[in-house]
């Protein structure tokens, strides 16, 4: 199946840094790609809807100032975290789907997983 | 995206079949039934997808009712790395539909 990486796969920052995680689809171009949030032992919930050359379309209770969304390219979208804080510490999974659709279904990257100190 | 039932946990021996049920039935005419698998702190990984005929892949199979309304997701000889986190989720196929996912199955394959 298509590949889909996310870099870095862990990341430890200070309270008040910003991050960022990058989305890369590796052998296909995305116009769409997803970010999700996982909290420890809980399911996935989608943060964001990441349209290359458009803004995100973010979902409710998500801060699009905090969490800066841009897809610059059919390959590559990143995720800034910013001014991260201890409660922003979380499992951050990218996915993205072929163009045009494919047969349809999502890859998801590895998975960025984010502590905050 | 419809809603999908899943149990919250199953156990299955390894080597043998692991049969997991999903319901969804609200899904539409235009939804399609996918199955994907978490295994501990790693992404999402693709299983399966169907509309109404039954599917079959290297991973797995796929049983959707005639009905629709609910699903079985087999697989024929489990094996310890098998071990994770099953969800059902209906989506229409189209590359802009995102998954909603539940909370999914919590599958434990066991020596």
């Known amino acids: 199946g298509a590949v889909v990486s996310q870099h870095p796969s862990r990341v430890i920052c200070k309270s008040g840094t910003s991050v960022k995680i990058e989305c890369r689809s590796l052998d296909f171009q995305a116009t769409t790609m997803f970010w999700y949030r996982q909290f420890p032992k809980k399911s996935l919930m989608l943060m964001a809807t990441s349209n290359e050359g458009s803004k995100a379309t973010y979902e409710q209770g998500v801060e699009k100032d905090k969490f800066l969304i841009n897809h610059a390219s059919l390959t590559l979208s990143t995720l800034t975290v910013t001014s991260a804080h201890p409660e922003d510490s979380s499992f951050y999974i990218c996915?993205?789907?072929?163009?045009?659709?494919?047969?349809?279904?999502?890859?998801f990257g590895e998975g960025s997983r984010l502590t905050v100190l | 995206d419809a809603k999908t039932t899943q149990p919250p946990s199953m156990d299955c021996a390894e080597g043998r079949a692991a049969n997991l049920p999903c319901n969804h039935s609200?899904?539409?005419?235009?939804?399609?039934v996918y199955w994907y698998r978490q295994i501990h702190s790693q992404g999402p990984q693709y299983i399966i997808h169907?509309?109404?005929n039954n599917e079959t892949n290297e991973m797995a199979s796929l049983i959707i009712t005639e009905d629709r309304k609910s699903s079985t997701l087999i697989l024929p000889h489990a094996t310890l790395r098998d071990t994770a986190v099953y969800y059902c989720i209906v989506r229409s196929n189209s590359g802009y539909s995102t998954l909603t996912f539940g909370k999914g199955t919590m599958l434990l394959v066991s020596p």
């Open positions: 996915s993205a789907s072929l163009l045009g659709g494919g047969s349809g279904e999502l890859f």
């Open positions: 609200t899904i539409s005419g235009n939804e399609y």
């Open positions: 169907g509309l109404k």
